[in-house]
Every structure is written in structure tokens, then in C-alpha cells.
T-cell receptor
Framework: GQQVMQIPQYQHVQEGEDFTTYCNSSTTLSNIQWYKQRPGGHPVFLIQLVKSGEVKKQKRLTFQFGEAKKNSSLHITATQTTDVGTYFCPPSGNTPLVFGKGTRLSVIA | DVKVTQSSRYLVKRTGEKVFLECVQDMDHENMFWYRQDPGLGLRLIYFSYDVKMKEKGDIPEGYSVSREKKERFSLILESASTNQTSMYLC????????????FGNGTRLTVT
């Protein structure tokens, strides 16, 4: 399946700071999905992006799909301790999904 | 709500043992997957299945096999467990649509001594 490079691999933020993780591909993606895995838990589906330039929001989370459909980002505004976990962005449209290493977010209270 | 159930949360086995990891889903999903997760390596796909009695190798199938005799059940088999198979194993299922999200089980942490 298609793979993306996700950066950063780790991020530590103070509670209340913003956080962004980026997923970049060398090829055009069909769609992209985002998952969150809490420490000790399993990945949970957050959202899927399909259209070029698409922006979707879930409360403090903003997901974006690039115009060329080669990159995507997740931005969290004013992080909270509940945001702690690892975020993955597997390209979809071609099963099976390739998850990669994700971005691990730590939030310091 | 979709439920994916893995038979054991924690498992300890000895080197050379044959190990069965069971996964059952209750939403009539066609697709089922086995991943393993290791620190620093992310989730890696071992095997997957799009239908009963059908199986496909993922990225790291060596040392593993699978069985899917019924639609709801997907078993991962370690033919002869080795210490490098100590890991967290995650089962997932999805509908047949290629864009369908994956629903994961809680995982089985396997330790091979």
C-alpha cells in the first residue's frame, strides 16, 4: 500500500499550546484517514479526508488535505491532557492500510 | 457499535510453542487484519483476509500463518514462537469498501520467553 512520511515522530507540548502533525507523500493519494491511539489503547478512527483542499473540524481538532492530495495535517488547538496519544495517518482507498510510526504527543500539565 | 474481541489481553508462552491468537468481530465485516505493534516501529501488517478462507500476506508474514474458516473469526498462528515475536498484536476489521475505517480490538500483549 501507499506510505506517507509523518512528522514529527515525537512532540512534547505544554497544556494549552497548539500542536500540528504532518503527513507527506511523494505520490497523489486517493484519500487519507486519521486515527488516535491512547497510551495502552488501540487505534480509533477519527476522520477520513477525500477531497482536494478539504478541511474538517472536530471541536479543537482541524484536519486538512492538501490541494495536490499529497499531504495532510492535523492541528490541535489548546491541547489538553486528554489529547495525549499517538496519531496515525494511513492513506486509504487501497486496502490494506499502512499505518507507519505515527506522531506521539505528550502534554505536560 | 462494532465490537472486535481478542481472546486474551495478556499471554505468556515459551519458545517453540504453537500459539493461537483469536479475533472475533460481530458486525459482519468482510475484511479482517492482523497487525503487530512494537516501540519505534509503529503498526506493521502481518496478514489480512477479504473473505472466508481467503488470506493475503502483509509486510511481515514470516513465522506466522492465519485461518479464516468463518466470516466473524480470524486467527493468527505462531507456528513455533520465538522471542522476537514478543509484541502487541492488534486485530482489526472493516467493511469491504476500500474507504471503510478499521475497527480494532483491544490487543493481545504476547511475551515469548
Amino acid at each position: 500500500g501507499q506510505q506517507v512520511m509523518q512528522i514529527p515522530q515525537y512532540q512534547h507540548v505544554q497544556e494549552g499550546e497548539d500542536f500540528t502533525t504532518y503527513c507527506n507523500s511523494s505520490t497523489t493519494l486517493s484519500n487519507i484517514q486519521w486515527y488516535k491511539q491512547r497510551p495502552g489503547g488501540h487505534p480509533v478512527f477519527l476522520i477520513q479526508l477525500v477531497k482536494s483542499g478539504e478541511v474538517k473540524k472536530q471541536k479543537r481538532l482541524t484536519f486538512q488535505f492538501g490541494e495536490a492530495k499529497k499531504n495532510s495535517s492535523l492541528h490541535i488547538t489548546a491541547t489538553q491532557t486528554t489529547d495525549v496519544g499517538t496519531y496515525f495517518c494511513p492513506p486509504s482507498g487501497n486496502t490494506p492500510l499502512v499505518f507507519g510510526k505515527g506522531t506521539r504527543l505528550s502534554v505536560i500539565a | 457499535d462494532v465490537k472486535v474481541t481478542q481472546s486474551s489481553r495478556y499471554l505468556v508462552k515459551r519458545t517453540g510453542e504453537k500459539v493461537f491468537l483469536e479475533c472475533v468481530q460481530d458486525m459482519d465485516h468482510e475484511n479482517m487484519f492482523w497487525y503487530r505493534q512494537d516501540p519505534g516501529l509503529g503498526l506493521r501488517l502481518i496478514y489480512f483476509s477479504y473473505d472466508v478462507k481467503m488470506k493475503e500476506k502483509g509486510d511481515i508474514p514470516e513465522g506466522y500463518s492465519v485461518s479464516r474458516e468463518k466470516k466473524e473469526r480470524f486467527s493468527l498462528i505462531l507456528e513455533s514462537a520465538s522471542t522476537n515475536q514478543t509484541s502487541m498484536y492488534l486485530c482489526a476489521s472493516s467493511l469491504t469498501d476500500v474507504d471503510s475505517p478499521l475497527h480494532f480490538g483491544n490487543g493481545t500483549r504476547l511475551t515469548v520467553t
